[in-house]
């Protein structure tokens, strides 16, 4: 009796025991004698396609696929407690600004077919001679336009300027940004720019992408493409006036920034309450289907006064592709084949083309004549045919630094800071934070 | 002499401590002393971790944003802690008296705790940016702004729950002592301060503790409401801990770092108090 009793006692801590434990499991791994595909994807406004290429991926190869995608604003979070896993990520998508945290998990790709697939070899990723990560995807910023309100604009006659074509340079846009917003309710719009907006979302596209057209300038006076240890600040008061110009001629009052996302500016540009958004090629997935039609959308570069740029395109960024170093070398050779199939198979292309809209940087793509029809790359067509050069996204020291420029923007939008600490936080706060985190 | 089943207790006690044990150590113990080891590292993922010294804690310290955290942090923890607790009081106070409803008020007081703290924060904000938006404003425009929204969002998060226990204790008061006073004719204001009070201690001690601890580790509510917004100014320390140890490659450790010195605060903050209001409790 007693005996049956202390199994039983025995057996039931035992099984509260696991009750408690069940909850420390990791996701069931899919182990398969192939290796595995496990991407920790950064575009999240891809993710379904990237879902639907995965399981295209397994339907053909049987080798299982697996996806991550972070919340806006988490990616790094995510990344590094994935990474900690048994089951890590073995595909990771990376930026320019995430690579140096990351470079020590990058295996070397130089041997891979995606490599030398490439178009351009000079976009990679490198740490020394290493080639740590490939991009995989071509974006494209700049102002993006709605060419139906402009052409409502162009024929007016109080306008002063009377084409697109005559839009070449900051002296040009502003007149036209101007004359929009004096005559907005003539219009029917809102305002001439959609809110440039700070929350969190949002923030990227002033403490980002918008510095990073005098920070490329910055790079060309240096003649360099290894980031820099100093910046002279020369074109900080062009990126003054630009940003003057969003902030004095938009949908909302500047104090009302801080709260204004993303979300919001995108649905005043699709809805067509506003003429101009600052922003790139991934967000037409949320534009196409809405008011705009995809003819309308027009893209002008980042004028802001720099002398030359009435020669240059749009602005180029990337998202890079990067193997897990530590993964196991199984799960490598099913990554490095999943990448293969990407380059290969016309169901997988089609999928990257067109559903994604994506612009890829490999011949195989080019020379099969997949080409997106997304309107925002294809708007840098009229600047190739003029031989503009690209504006390049060139590395910033740090995350933090675009955060510490986006908080001193915000702060001079709604009258609480001044203009010069935008100037120390780019050109101090640059020095700094190369201080901290490269020079070691 | 032991009973039977006292008997059966000391011999088996153990046995059926083991899954909460276990938990605990799993949940806490290892975590908390892996935590420690790290703040002494240099990591990015807390697989590999290189030992460093004490170089985390002096970055910790020299970041002034850290300080700023923690004294708005101090701030918003007595603000809170006395709103929160004086009209949980006052409201338990009311509801144990004969009115229509009572119990009806008590679930509609309760209920915003039943609301996870992110959700809570994004509602208020829309709430709040609405009212703003009368001014051109949004609660993100100041850190004073932040400050008092935050404030807002958590008394009124709070004082349904606090209102319970305090309404639990309320009514485990003795009647004897309370009728032997209005008969020795004590004033509303008398009984209140030396009879009522002084025999809440207990519910008031734990009342408090956790209205400090809740407003020192206040994460979630903040990050959907203000996310530190603008520069930073409407951070509180964890938050700043959060940011440290996720917001740029290199300082993993000098977050862990603040959040051991953190504890170590909010340990001695709690202690402390626990002391001073256990101290003056007495019995009837």
Redesign the interface.
């Known amino acids: 009796m007693n005996t049956v009793r202390k199994t039983t006692?025995?057996i039931a801590?035992a099984v509260?025991?696991m009750?408690?434990?069940s909850g420390?499991g990791g996701t069931g791994a899919s182990s398969s004698s192939q290796g595995r595909v496990y991407y920790m994807n950064q575009k999240g406004e891809n993710n379904e396609q990237f879902v639907q290429l995965g399981k295209l991926f397994t339907k053909d190869t049987g080798i299982p696929f697996d996806i991550t995608t972070a919340s806006p604003g988490n990616y790094?979070?995510t990344l590094?407690?994935e990474?900690?896993k048994t089951n890590a990520p073995t595909l990771i998508g990376l930026d320019n600004n995430d690579f140096?945290?990351?470079v020590?998990?990058c295996d070397d790709l130089s041997g891979t077919r995606m490599y030398k697939d490439l178009q351009n070899r000079d976009y990679v990723l490198k740490d020394g001679d290493t080639v740590k990560a490939i991009p995989f995807v071509l974006d494209r910023y700049g102002i993006i336009y709605n060419r139906a309100i402009l052409k409502k604009y162009f024929a007016a006659d109080w306008a002063s300027i009377h084409s697109e074509q005559e839009v070449r340079g900051f002296d040009a846009l502003k007149k036209m940004v101007e004359e929009i917003q004096a005559h907005k309710s003539d219009l029917g719009i809102k305002g001439a720019f959609t809110s440039a907006g700070?929350?969190?979302s949002s923030r990227p596209r002033y403490g980002d992408m918008l510095p990073h057209i005098p920070v490329f300038y910055e790079y060309r006076d240096q003649n360099t493409t290894v980031i820099p240890s100093k910046v002279s600040g020369k074109y900080v008061p062009n990126l003054k006036k630009i940003f003057d110009l969003m902030i004095k001629n938009e949908t909302v009052?500047p104090?009302?920034?801080?709260?204004?996302t993303l979300d919001d500016a995108i649905s005043e540009f699709a809805l067509g309450d506003a003429a101009f958004i600052e922003m790139g090629s991934w967000a037409y997935p949320q534009l196409r289907g809405k008011k705009v039609s995809d003819k309308d959308m027009g893209v002008f570069p980042l004028y802001m006064g720099i002398p030359g740029e009435e020669n240059s395109g749009l602005t180029i960024s990337s998202n890079y592709f990067a193997i897990n170093s530590k993964a196991s070398q199984k799960d490598k050779d099913a990554t490095k084949k999943f990448l293969d199939w990407m380059l290969d198979n016309d169901g997988a292309r089609k999928i990257v083309t067109d559903t994604m809209g994506f612009e890829t940087p490999f011949k195989s793509y080019a020379k099969a004549g997949f080409k997106t029809k997304n309107p925002i790359l294809r708007a840098n067509d009229v600047y190739a045919k003029r031989n503009c050069y690209d504006l390049v996204i060139r590395p910033l020291p740090?995350?933090?630094w675009a955060?510490t420029m986006a908080?001193?923007m915000?702060?001079y939008a709604?009258g609480?800071?001044p203009w010069s600490k935008v100037e120390s936080s780019f050109v101090d706060g640059w020095t700094s934070e190369y201080n901290?985190?490269h020079k070691s | 002499m032991i009973s039977m089943a006292g008997k059966t207790i000391s011999r088996?006690w153990a046995?059926?401590v083991?899954?909460?044990f276990?938990?605990f150590v799993?949940g806490f113990v290892i975590p908390f002393i892996l935590g420690i080891w790290l703040s002494l590292c240099r990591f990015?993922?807390?697989?590999d971790a290189n030992f460093i010294g004490t170089k985390n804690y002096a970055a910790a310290i020299s970041d002034p944003e850290f300080w700023h955290a923690l004294w708005y942090t101090a701030l918003f923890t007595v603000v809170t802690t006395v709103i929160v607790n004086v009209c949980a009081f006052a409201i338990a106070s009311l509801l144990t008296k004969a009115i229509r409803g009572a119990n009806l008020f008590r679930s509609i007081f309760f209920m915003p705790n039943l609301i996870g703290g992110i959700v809570l924060g994004y509602i208020w904000?829309l709430l709040l940016?609405g009212v703003l938006?009368h001014w051109?404003?949004?609660?993100?425009?100041?850190g004073t702004y932040g400050f008092w929204g935050m404030v807002l969002l958590m008394c009124w998060q709070q004082i349904g729950y606090m209102m319970i226990i305090y309404i639990a204790g309320l009514q485990t008061l003795p009647g004897d002592v309370i009728e032997a006073a209005s008969v020795d004719g004590a004033s509303g204001a008398q009984t209140l301060f030396h009879i009522t009070i002084p025999l809440m201690m207990p519910s008031i001690t734990v009342c408090t503790f956790l209205s400090i601890t809740n407003g020192f580790k206040m994460f979630d509510q903040n990050l959907a409401l203000t996310?530190g917004?603008?520069?930073?100014s409407s951070e509180l320390v964890a938050l700043n801990i959060y940011r440290t140890f996720?917001?740029?490659?290199?300082f993993?450790g000098a977050g862990q770092a603040k959040a051991v010195i953190f504890f170590v605060i909010v340990a001695l903050v709690a202690i402390l108090q626990n002391r001073l209001t256990a101290r003056k409790e007495v019995t009837a």
Do not use: H
Not at chain 2, 44 to 47: E, N, R
């Open positions: 006692a025995v801590a509260l025991t009750g408690v434990l420390c790094e979070q590094k407690s990474l900690a140096p945290n990351w020590d998990y700070f929350e969190a009052a104090t009302q920034l801080s709260g204004a740090t995350a933090q955060l908080d001193a915000l702060e709604q609480t800071g901290t985190v | 088996w046995l059926f083991l899954p909460t276990v938990a799993i990015t993922t807390i697989a904000m940016n938006q051109g404003k949004s609660i993100t425009f100041s996310n917004a603008p520069s930073n996720y917001g740029r490659a290199g993993e």
